[in-house]
């Protein structure tokens, strides 16, 4: 029982502190991919510890105080006792000692951390962590990683790919940080902008795979979602005068908000015009409403995110699907289609004008994407437009498309419902 609950507190502590961890050892070291490497066998010494030992009082002060010894450790074997050891080993007070982990209760350790630079330390690790020089794929698996505290192979669960290449991800993450000498610490004001980017689309992109997952059984990976929602919420503490930010947590929240009426018993989905709203989330809906005011009172007018957000706000205050205020939403995906242009915001304002307007000129704007060839390998075009033949008359053009959408969608409860789709039309035929 008590190996159990050790290893029970390591994981609820490294959920909790990791990124405060990791960011204060990058701080202490000066070296990112040397601070993740010490908080990751300081978490393993606590696995073989804490079961053994006990819990320490001071849980995440132990952990920080075995990765600070392993630092010494390892400035020991780079340098043989350079100036910069020999600064950390007098700060520390230990001297010529071993660095082995120390008692649970680390009687005596320094305080964890600097209050006045929690914050900091935690927002240079997002920056970090999203770093343009890194490619998407590396930016989400190293910020899932070093900032929400998950192992390779939660990562890789999440993700459906194997943990072998969720490893060589973080591996080159880091190899690339370091080549580019990329320094840890939150960017200065002038370049703070540009780089935020980066930070809010990985957490977009991390939530989105969440709530419509592109492949595997499920159509929602709560975890994961859950994981960028948290995530969004460290980052609008962290930076309160940022209206994009807020614009993301309102639009995860409100999007999030829907989750509880999106499947049935089995896992199946259930289509927006069919959801008991009553089931929706309606304290995520006020928390949405909160954050996306937030957002529009530093008064620059709504980001992407924020303008995605007021089209989810429209959908959460309906009563129904026919007394939403479709003619706002058209307005909005116009707007986002000027501020952050893309063929997935002129499906979806497709879709919005179909509502407001009728399917003949919804599916003009989805003919026009599909002669771009646009959208190539995505099933949700054919799936709309499919959508819009049927409701037009022309089933057999209809089957044509929902046959496409079934050959190109990877996800197997999203396959079912255009399967049933399909065989709706196919039997309506006869």
Not at 65 to 86: K, M, N, P, Q, S
Not at 349 to 363: D, E, I, K, T
Request: aromatic share 4%; hydrophobic share 45%.
């Amino acid at each position: 029982m008590a190996h159990s609950s050790g290893r029970e507190a390591v994981a609820a502590v490294w959920r909790i502190e990791s990124a405060r961890i990791v960011g204060a050892l990058a701080r202490y070291t000066g070296d990112f991919a040397l601070a993740e490497d010490l908080a990751q066998e300081a978490l393993a010494e606590a696995l073989v510890t804490w079961p053994r030992a006990g819990v320490p009082r001071n849980p995440a002060g132990w952990l920080l105080t075995v990765g600070r010894r392993r630092a010494i450790d390892a400035f020991r074997r780079r340098a043989l006792r350079d100036d910069r050891y020999a600064a950390l080993a007098r700060e520390l007070g230990e001297g010529g000692a071993a660095a082995g982990g120390p008692a649970p209760e680390a009687p005596g350790a320094e305080p964890l951390w600097d209050p006045d630079q929690i914050d900091d330390d935690v927002l240079a690790l997002m920056f970090v962590s999203c770093h343009p020089v890194l490619s998407r794929e590396a930016r989400v698996a190293l910020t899932l990683r070093v900032v929400g505290g998950l192992s390779s192979d939660e990562i890789a669960k999440a993700f459906l790919i194997p943990t072998a290449t969720v490893q060589a991800r973080i591996t080159r993450a880091k190899k690339t940080l370091a080549a580019a000498r990329v320094r840890f610490a939150v960017p200065p004001a002038d370049e703070r902008g540009a780089r935020l980017g980066s930070v809010l689309n990985v957490l977009y992109v991390i939530f989105t795979e969440g709530s419509s997952a592109t492949s595997g059984a499920d159509l929602i990976r709560l975890d994961l979602a859950a994981e960028a929602q948290r995530l969004a919420r460290v980052l609008a503490r962290l930076m309160p005068a940022e209206p994009e930010v807020h614009g993301l947590l309102a639009l995860l929240e409100l999007t999030a908000a829907r989750f509880p009426a999106r499947t049935d018993a089995r896992g199946r989905p259930i289509l927006l015009e069919r959801q008991n709203r009553g089931r929706w989330d309606h304290a995520a809906i006020r928390r949405g409403r909160a954050a996306l005011e937030q957002a529009s009172r530093a008064g620059r007018g709504l980001g992407a995110y924020g303008l995605q957000a007021a089209i989810a706000e429209c959908h959460a205050v309906a009563a129904s699907v026919d007394s939403t205020d479709w003619d706002r939403i058209v307005l909005l995906y116009e707007a986002l289609g000027r501020l952050s242009p893309s063929p997935i915001v002129d499906l979806n304002r497709a879709v919005a004008v179909c509502m407001a307007q009728g399917p003949a000129a919804a599916l003009e704007i989805v003919d026009e994407l599909d002669d771009s060839a646009a959208l190539p390998n995505s099933h949700l075009l054919p799936s709309v437009r499919g959508e819009l033949l049927a409701k037009l008359g022309r089933a057999p053009e209809a089957r044509t498309e929902f046959e496409r959408a079934i050959r190109l969608c990877g996800n197997d409860s999203e396959r079912g419902v255009l399967e049933g789709k399909l065989a709706e039309l196919r039997s309506a035929r006869t």
